[in-house]
């Protein structure tokens, strides 16, 4: 058809490359970010009722069953892209989780990848958050396709990726991050929904926070270093056998307990609330907990669910459920009813613990 936009094969071929060498190669899953350092206090009498453990929160102003977030993993025309949101989708649904969805850049190249994030109607009730990487404003992406990302998810919010170390490494990389925070603030403004600043596996420290803070945003999702390594996934698609830069750089950034650290205590000072996500290397529900007890509100968890979701969203039900019991484990024998009482309770932390 004359004027139509054709599909643009590099953006949509690059979502089946990432998810090829994540099953290929076990070593981008990096494990590391810091939890492990971290010894909490068991309580031998919690005085709890297990059962009436209460994980519940809230997350951009609807009810959750569990601090959760399915953290952005993918989208695009292929059925294998569309099955995986769509199993995401109903497990986000079915166990009252929020969803974040992989980058839509892919849908301005090409228009049938829309239908992989239109999951409003799967997933009714729960958060679901749009996904735009943030240096694509300075190539040309607008306020309209901004907005036609929200549209088409039916979107609670909106994140604005910020990936320098993949887009460094990435072959066909989009390397001018310039500009970008007033870029940001004159975005925010025109869009109906909280914009949320993500890293994607190297860390938020407290410099990109006060960025992004005195543009406007009050959502930042940490992304530190010790889960999934897109700069070893990107290493995988260089043009040249020689070039290893994406191993050189592999385990880049901070891990998820030291922008905790920083970032938690630097929020709290802040006249408006803020909502602090910790993803990046939470692997179990213990993970979880300590997330919380460092002052994050909500934790992101992506690597962990994608074999499942590329099965059926039952499968995803059944490890999000695993996370929710080890969660809820976690807290009754720490003595906590609720999730507020985890809340910046670094006193859960055992004594000399080194971290």
Known sequence: MSGAKRPDGRIAGRKLEHLRAMANDPEVERAGGGFERITLTHRALPELDFDAVDTAT???????????????????????????????????????????????????????????????????NVPLIGNIGAVQLNTGLSADECRAAIDVLGADGLYLHLNPLQEAVQPEG???????????????????????????????????????????IRHFDLAGRGGTSW?????????????????????????????????????????????????????????????LILGADLCGVAGPLLSAAQISADAVVARIE????????????????????????TALIRSGAAF
């Open 58 to 124: 809230t997350f951009l102003g609807k009810d959750l069953r569990l601090p959760l977030l399915i953290s952005s993993m993918t989208g695009g025309a292929d059925a294998e892209i569309l099955t995986i949101n769509r199993n995401l989708a109903e497990a986000a649904e079915r166990c009252g989780v929020a969803m974040a969805v992989g980058s839509q850049r892919v849908m301005f190249a090409d228009p049938a990848a829309g239908a992989s994030f239109d999951l409003r109607p799967i997933a009714p």
């Open 322 to 345: 695993k996370l929710a019991r080890e969660f809820r484990t976690a807290m009754f024998l720490m003595g906590c009813a609720r999730v507020e009482d985890l809340k910046n309770n």
């Open 231 to 291: 700069s070893r996934i990107e290493y995988h698609r260089r043009d040249d056998d020689a070039d290893d830069l994406g191993l050189v750089f592999q385990d880049w950034g901070r891990t998820t307990t030291e922008c905790l650290l920083d970032a938690a205590p630097h929020l709290a000072q802040k006249a408006d609330p803020t909502t602090l996500i910790a993803s990046g290397g939470i692997r179990n529900g213990i993970d979880m907990a300590k997330s």
């Open 174 to 216: 989009d390397r001018n991050f310039a500009g970008l925070t007033r870029a940001i603030a004159d975005l925010l403004p025109t869009l109906p929904v909280p914009v949320l600043l993500k890293e994607v596996g190297a860390g938020l420290s407290v410099p990109d926070i006060e960025r992004g803070y005195g543009a406007g």
